[in-house]
């Protein structure tokens, strides 16, 4: 079962009209079986838990506009939220960042600066 503070932020999420409420509905299955199964991978770290995580921060603040952590297992729909985070983004970019994470790729993925909206993107695995 996942946390109250888990729940929470997939709910608001949702409240903000970031995701739509079938995406946040995947988001609390995958949370819930996260729980249930300890060990997600895609790739060559079998047996660990492995975590797709999205940090937007204000450029000009320095808060965080979002933070979402996403389990490995709905690395898809993970992908999908992403790209409506960074409508800039492109398809091969998805592509690549998809491969990446098969691979079993570790660390900061993107790390990119919107200077016309003032926001920085970090998208890394864990």
Known sequence: MATVEERMKVLKLIEEGKI??????KLLAALAESRKTPSISL?????EARWFRVRVTDTKTGKAKVNVNIPMGLVNVGLKM???????????QLEAM????????????????????GEHVEVFVE
């Open 20 to 25: 739509t409420a079938e995406e946040g509905a």
């Open 43 to 47: 790739g060559a770290s079998a047996g």
């Open 82 to 92: 992403g790209a409506r985070f960074a409508p800039g983004l492109e398809a091969e």
């Open 98 to 117: 998809a491969e990446a994470l098969k691979s079993g790729q570790t660390g900061k993925i993107i790390d990119v600066t919107d200077d016309e909206d």
